[in-house]
T-cell receptor
Framework: QKEVEQNSGPLSVPEGAIASLNCTYS??????FFWYRQYSGKSPELIMS????GDKEDGRFTAQLNKASQYVSLLIRDSQPSDSATYLC???????????FGSGTRLLVRP | DADVTQTPRNRITKTGKRIMLECSQT?????MYWYRQDPGLGLRLIYY???????NKGEISDGYSVSRQAQAKFSLSLESAIPNQTALYFC?????????????FGPGTRLLVL
């Protein structure tokens, strides 16, 4: 079992819809959770971080964390074609600064 | 100017050659990381350094070595390149505040080993 699992996709949504990206992790000691966006051929860039159970909103993005069920999700409202990218989930275990990355979900937003 | 730079951006080499990938940062972060990215496998950690005197192996360090020449510089070497080291390599710096570790990535080096 991978430590951080994501559906590889592609997840295809129409423009203006809500895109829902999911991530599960195996280590219950994980403390910090991150979503990175990566455009094709580019480097990952941080879009959201979440540390506590519940929702965290930032503009069109909402991260949701449920530690009991060991999943973290990212909702993108009013999806735009420019949101088309691969979204990487990353987890920071215990007191280590190391991040464990999932393999990413490719999102396609259709005009 | 970019905060994290990598050189070269693209490199083609032959099996058995020694090559070095360089990373420099102006963010002032102590922590630096080297990852490789392969299709379908995500980012995998090769080596990491929490300060100039601290070097640690990641999950896939075999065949690689690193040097932390200064706080701002972290180099990755392939002593004898092999074709399965063909990948996209990223350097990153880390800024830990409170609970979180935010990592900032360089633009990547695309390496092809023939």
């Amino acid at each position: 079992q991978k430590e951080v699992e994501q559906n590889s996709g592609p997840l295809s949504v129409p423009e203006g819809a809500i895109a829902s990206l999911n991530c599960t992790y195996s280590d219950r000691g994980s403390q910090s959770f991150f979503w990175y966006r990566q455009y094709s051929g580019k480097s990952p860039e941080l879009i959201m971080s979440i540390y506590s159970n519940g929702d965290k909103e930032d503009g069109r993005f909402t991260a949701q964390l449920n530690k009991a069920s060991q999943y973290v999700s990212l909702l993108i409202r009013d999806s735009q074609p420019s949101d088309s990218a691969t979204y990487l989930c990353a987890v920071n275990r215990d007191s280590s600064y190391k991040l464990i990355f999932g393999s990413g979900t490719r999102l396609l937003v259709r005009p | 100017d970019a905060d994290v730079t990598q050189t070269p951006r693209n490199r083609i080499t032959k099996t058995g050659k020694r090559i070095m990938l360089e990373c420099s940062q102006t963010k002032g972060h102590d922590r630096m990381y080297w990852y490789r990215q392969d299709p379908g496998l995500g980012l995998r950690l090769i080596y990491y350094s929490f300060d100039v005197k601290d070097i640690n192996k990641g999950e896939i360090s075999d065949g690689y070595s690193v040097s932390r020449q200064a706080q701002a510089k972290f180099s990755l070497s392939l002593e004898s390149a092999i074709p399965n080291q063909t990948a996209l390599y990223f350097c990153a710096t880390g800024s830990g505040v409170g609970d979180g570790e935010t990592q900032y990535f360089g633009p990547g080096t695309r390496l092809l080993v023939l």
